[in-house]
């Protein structure tokens, strides 16, 4: 079992920055690849980014490419997103989500375990 728990999230204006944080606990952290989904009221859960094991690959949706980063310390079992610049379609529910080995398609279904969520809402 893993558990994970996301902290960060708030009101923010337009244009300001937030980071996410995702914990982790049970099993070997760094050997799960991580990614970041949010969902929006009325919307499926999508994709944010996504990253390997090591953190060297990493992947982002072309929407917040340049603005966001994705990040992790395995020495700390901790997964981030600098998030800047945000926009206030980008108000959702973010969650961290982990999967053993290799992240394949980054289809929700894929995921093994996730977080309970943290609202990040920007306001115009």
């Known amino acids: 079992q893993v558990q994970l728990v996301e902290s960060g999230g708030g009101l923010v204006q337009a244009g300001g920055s937030l980071r996410l944080s995702c914990a982790a606990s049970?099993?070997?952290?760094?050997?799960?690849?991580m990614a970041w989904f949010r969902q929006a009221p009325g919307k499926e859960r999508a994709l944010v980014a996504r990253?390997?094991?090591?953190?060297?690959?990493?992947y982002y949706v072309d929407s917040v490419k340049g603005r966001f980063t994705i990040s992790r310390d395995n020495a700390k079992n901790t997964m981030y997103l600098q998030m800047s610049n945000l926009k206030p379609e980008e108000t959702a529910v973010y969650y961290c989500?982990?999967?053993?080995?290799?992240?394949?398609?980054?289809?929700?279904?894929?995921?093994?375990?996730w977080g309970q969520g943290t609202q990040v809402t920007v306001s115009s």
């Open positions: 989500a982990a999967k053993y080995f290799s992240i394949v398609s980054g289809d929700p279904g894929e995921f093994d375990y």
């Open positions: 049970g099993r070997t952290f760094s050997s799960y690849a």
């Open positions: 990253l390997s094991r090591s953190g060297v690959s990493t």
